[in-house]
């Protein structure tokens, strides 16, 4: 059985950093692209990054470009973001997603449960 | 970026109603599109993929048609279980980007 434990979220100042994770089991991890989906309170989703097999090759949304960090390691089959100089608006549950198939697509048919993010003074 | 423009916002069926939802999107994305539903509180569930194939497991009442620009979601026949939150999510270009997304109640 697929499943992905985000882990790592919590209340983090302005302009501090943070770093969540994602354990995943039940499937060959080095198999997949894998991402982060975030959605704030009460909000729609949206995509925050992607990142290949290896991890050579990343993929960041417009507001997270330059300050969030997506990697994996693949012998410890876990997905990371490493968020610096957080702002109140990436206040969200962040969720990590896996296709439903071995090549980058937007079909997440695996989902965590989410670990949320409060970024507060 | 590719923009998407998903409608309505939010609409409320009949027991039995079919229903459907448009998304729009700024440039061909070649089907590259997935359809989720969210309940409350619960993580995005994958319905349809590749803008028309049924993912495993939802149920057939669930469709998804369309091609490069304007794609739909439909649901023959609303169950009470059917309410939620649906988002389209182009899979064609990064950086990936959701529908606004469409808030459907029971009537």
């Known amino acids: 059985e697929v499943q992905l434990v985000e882990s790592g979220g919590g209340l983090v100042q302005p302009g501090r950093s943070m770093k969540l994770s994602c354990a995943a089991s039940?499937?060959?991890?080095?198999?997949?692209?894998m991402a982060w989906v975030r959605q704030a309170p009460k909000k729609g989703l949206e995509w925050v990054a992607s990142i290949s097999y290896e991890g050579s090759s990343t993929y960041y949304g417009d507001s997270v470009k330059g300050r969030f960090t997506i990697s994996r390691d693949n012998a410890k089959s876990t997905l990371y973001l490493q968020m610096n100089s957080l702002r109140s608006e990436d206040t969200a549950t962040y969720y990590c997603?896996?296709?439903?198939?071995?090549?980058?697509?937007?079909?997440?048919?695996?989902w965590g449960q989410g670990t949320l993010v409060t970024v507060s003074s | 970026d590719i923009q998407m423009t998903q409608s309505p916002p939010s609409l409320s069926a009949s027991l039995g109603e079919t229903v459907s939802i448009e998304c729009r999107a700024s440039e061909d994305i070649y089907s590259n599109l997935a359809w989720y539903q969210q309940k409350s509180g619960k993580s995005p569930q994958l319905l349809i993929y590749y803008a028309s194939s049924l993912q495993d497991g939802v149920p057939s009442r669930f469709s998804g048609s369309g091609s490069g620009t304007q794609y739909s979601l439909k649901i023959s026949g609303m169950q009470p279980e059917d309410e939620g939150v649906y988002y389209c999510l182009q899979g064609s270009k990064y950086p990936y980007t959701f529908g606004a997304g469409t808030k459907l109640e029971l009537k």
């Open positions: 997603a896996r296709p439903s198939v071995y090549y980058p697509a937007g079909w997440f048919a695996y």
């Open positions: 039940g499937f060959t991890f080095s198999d997949y692209y």
